[in-house]
């Protein structure tokens, strides 16, 4: 029985949970109506997906992670579990994931969902001993899960919301990552991953702390959220850019496991707060009857990515002529 807990330790099983609460936030944000059997499948999709990416992560870093103090111990190193085992369950995870996304919610998060899985095993983590780059990949694979949500929510659409959501992660694991790799960086140049230097990692994470505060703002402007959380954001934003800048302005052990420490209550009490001053959210149209579309270009915004959307394949309503060109052909005459 042993099993189980191997494969939730090669899935990072703590972390692959922070990307399913995030798919969960970005599902009530954008749903009009619960659906229970949606989000259920949604969330099933979804884990799936974030154990796959982090499965296929550890089996890449093998010989990576067998130099670190703090990774040594997990199951490939350790001896737990074959390669080759672990790579047939993060293959297979690989595909149920997204094949159960597309199948039972919708294919938009099924494309998302595997597009995130080959960022992460295929280009992130090959990318974390070649360029400190890897960073900014490692971020946009974070900013995708709620809009997995978002997407399971609003039957595909993806529009200035969503995107709003995916944007404020991204800029989230910037101060978060940066400072926990400040604190192990012996542990990462034991295991050869490039890293920003000291004072530019922390002013990264700094124009990332800062960057919260005008997203979050945001929020209530496109009709997300009631004006009340921009409000509270404000002040939980300022805690944290308090410490970022503390960080940048002494980047040492101390500011960094502090920084590190605040970005673990920050972003749960900001997604909660957006939660709490949730705005109701009509059907893929606001409350006067206009389009995501028309909504965005009445703020002079880019209008919503139509290719997601599925309701302009099928027409709003059927004329009487159509139904009789159908029924008895085209230039069938008029119905009597």
Known sequence: MHWPKIYMELGKIRLSGLVVATTASGYYMGCAEFDPATFACTIAGTTLAALSANTLNQWYEVANDAKMGRTMKRPLPSGRISPNHALGAGLTQAFLGPALLST???PVCGAIAASNIALYAGCYTPLKVVHPIN???GAVVGGLPPLIGYAAATGGVVDTQGLLLAGILYSWQFPHFMALAHYCKKDYLAGGYKMLKDKAAAAVALRHCIALAPMSLA??????TTYAF???SLCINAIFTYYGYK???HPNIP???QLFKTSL???PLLLSCMALHKQAQDDKRNDAGTTHAESDQAHGLPPVFSVFNYEGLVPKQCTARAINDIANGPGSGPIR
């Open 104 to 106: 039972t919610v919708n």
């Open 135 to 137: 960073t900014w990949v």
């Open 219 to 224: 929020a209530p402007y496109l009709g997300l």
């Open 230 to 232: 921009g409000a509270e």
């Open 247 to 249: 960080f940048y302005q």
């Open 255 to 257: 500011n960094a496991r």
């Open 265 to 267: 209550w920050q972003l």
